[in-house]
């Protein structure tokens, strides 16, 4: 593992480490050269403030199993501490800290201070969130928090240029806000979120947990199981919002060491405050126990999970997918069939397959359909209904090309994740969504 506290090392070291076949950080001119003919290294990218706890060891195991290079930046960043937070003392414990990421098999810890990153104390350029999320949940309470997370993650990812930023669901808000900047700011990386991590009694792990006397830590509990209950609610038909968040208040009030700050339900995407869960809603809570904040969230779905199979053409994926979901009752999703009307279309239009960007420009011009039906499920590219002709042997002979190249596959994971976000109600009545629509429901 390299450690680097500074741009210059860190920058000097991707130079060469991004790019494969490396001799890492140590090639001459000429290598280098020849190197950037090579392909890139994929570079998972896991930013946290230390005080390493097994929340961030989940991130970052998941990083090292999906990428070639594994950088994790420790940095407890001035700019999302306001006067009076606990900015001075905020937990480091930057030598085991090191140990973990050893053990976890990182490639680069950064951990800078902040003249390295220019933070000084004089005025900063600053990376604002749109107004909407920031009058929801935390940011009611802490008003600097927000924009100071963007600011900084907006620069960690122009240095480090990642492929996939790992971020935990514990921090919902912050998730869904650097969710809304990498796709308003056009941010070549794939966000990926990760489950949160509990202690067996329920508590979420957190560094500040640090702060909590054994007493505290047995109060604490009671923030998850408050949410359990409203989750139980749910899961018996409650939708309304208005029951489920009392359900969290009243179970507190027999908890008076907790000072409820919010409970709060909204949509777990746009933040939006929700009355009635349709899809799926995020109910989060912020409680002081002492001077400890504490945060935690539960996401309410109101349909089963869908399982979507991604990889080369051939490989038995769909064949697997609609055994699990048939074991599982889940929804399947067919993402085979959405390459194979891409392949059609391509074939059709008369573009050369080897024309990536003009095969990039049609597909995010194209509207994909995939419509339930008791039977196979009708797919549709642009109006026309191609369910047999994505079967011939020419798109056979042709998809696995067309879903190799990388502006393909990022389009249409984008669009499986979106009917991901909207599965329910693609699968309850039927209907179909546009491709490559932007806009969150
Ligand atoms: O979640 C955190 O630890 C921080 O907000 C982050 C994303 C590292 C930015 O400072």
Not at 13 to 24: D, I, K, M
Not at 181 to 194: A, F, H, K, R, S
Not at 261 to 285: K, R, S
Not at 336 to 341: D, T, V
């Given at each position: 593992m390299r450690l680097f506290k500074t741009l210059a090392g860190?920058?000097?070291?991707?130079?060469?480490?991004?790019?494969?076949?490396?001799?890492?950080?140590?090639?001459?001119?000429?290598?280098?050269?020849?190197?950037?003919q090579s392909p890139k290294a994929v570079i998972g990218f896991v930013p946290t403030m230390g005080a390493l706890h097994p929340g961030h060891c989940s991130l970052i195991r998941r990083a090292r199993q999906e990428n070639e290079l594994v950088v994790v930046s420790i940095f407890v960043n001035p700019l999302q501490f306001a006067p009076g937070e606990d900015l001075h003392s905020y937990p480091q414990t930057l030598e085991a800290d090191q140990e973990v990421c050893r053990q976890l098999g990182v490639d680069v810890l950064?951990?800078?201070?902040a003249a390295a990153l220019g933070i000084n104390g004089e005025p900063l350029t600053q990376v604002m969130p749109p107004a909407p999320v920031l009058q929801v949940l935390c940011a009611n309470s802490r008003p600097h928090h927000f924009p100071g997370v963007t600011t900084i993650v907006?620069?960690?990812?122009?240095?480090?240029?990642?492929?996939?930023?790992?971020?935990?669901?514990?921090?919902?808000?912050?998730?869904?806000?650097?969710?809304?900047?990498?796709?308003?700011?056009?941010?070549?990386?794939?966000?990926?979120?990760?489950?949160?991590?509990?202690?067996?009694?329920?508590?979420?792990?957190?560094?500040?947990?640090?702060?909590?006397?054994?007493?505290?830590?047995?109060?604490?509990?009671?923030l998850s199981q408050a949410l359990q209950q409203a989750e139980q609610l749910f899961r018996r038909g409650e939708r309304w919002a208005n029951p489920l968040v009392t359900t969290v208040r009243e179970h507190l009030l027999q908890?008076?060491?907790?000072?409820?700050?919010?409970?709060?339900?909204?949509?777990?995407?746009?933040?939006?405050?929700?009355?009635?869960?349709?899809?799926?809603?995020?109910?989060?809570?912020?409680?002081?126990?002492?001077?400890?904040?504490?945060?935690d969230n539960v996401i309410l779905r109101s349909r089963s999970p869908i399982i979507a199979i991604d990889g080369p053409?051939?490989?038995?994926?769909?064949?697997?997918?609609?055994?699990?979901?048939?074991?599982?009752?889940?929804?399947?999703?067919?993402t085979?069939?959405?390459?194979?009307?891409v392949t059609w279309l391509v074939l059709q239009s008369g573009i050369s397959l080897a024309d990536e960007p003009a095969i990039a420009e049609?597909?995010?011009?194209?509207?994909?359909?995939?419509?339930?039906?008791?039977?196979?499920?009708?797919?549709?590219?642009?109006?026309?209904?191609?369910?047999?002709?994505?079967?011939?042997?020419?798109?056979?002979?042709?998809?696995?090309?067309?879903?190799?190249?990388?502006?393909?596959?990022?389009?249409?994971?984008?669009?499986?994740?979106?009917?991901?976000?909207?599965?329910?109600?693609?699968?309850?009545?039927?209907?179909?969504?546009?491709?490559f629509s932007r806009k969150q429901s």
């Open positions: 860190l920058r000097c070291y991707l130079e060469t480490a991004r790019w494969r076949s490396l001799p890492v950080g140590l090639a001459s001119p000429e290598e280098k050269g020849k190197l950037r950064f951990t800078p201070d907006f620069k960690f990812l122009n240095l480090i240029q990642p492929d996939r930023l790992y971020l935990g669901q514990k921090d919902a808000q912050q998730l869904a806000i650097l969710q809304r900047m990498v796709q308003d700011l056009n941010l070549p990386v794939e966000i990926v979120p990760c489950p949160t991590v509990r202690e067996v009694s329920g508590l979420a792990y957190s560094s500040r947990n640090q702060y909590l006397t054994p007493e505290q830590r047995l109060e604490a509990v009671h908890h008076p060491a907790l000072a409820l700050e919010y409970v709060e339900l909204v949509h777990p995407v746009t933040l939006t405050p929700l009355e009635e869960i349709v899809e799926t809603g995020l109910l989060a809570i912020a409680a002081k126990l002492g001077q400890t904040r504490l945060i053409a051939g490989a038995g994926k769909s064949t697997v997918t609609r055994l699990v979901a048939e074991k599982l009752g889940l929804i399947y999703l067919d085979g069939a959405m390459y194979r009307a049609l597909v995010s011009q194209s509207s994909i359909e995939l419509i339930s039906t008791h039977a196979a499920p009708v797919v549709k590219i642009n109006g026309v209904d191609v369910t047999q002709a994505i079967r011939s042997p020419l798109v056979t002979s042709q998809v696995s090309a067309i879903a190799a190249q990388k502006a393909v596959r990022q389009q249409l994971v984008q669009y499986q994740r979106h009917l991901g976000a909207n599965g329910g109600l693609w699968r309850r009545v039927g209907i179909s969504l546009p491709m």
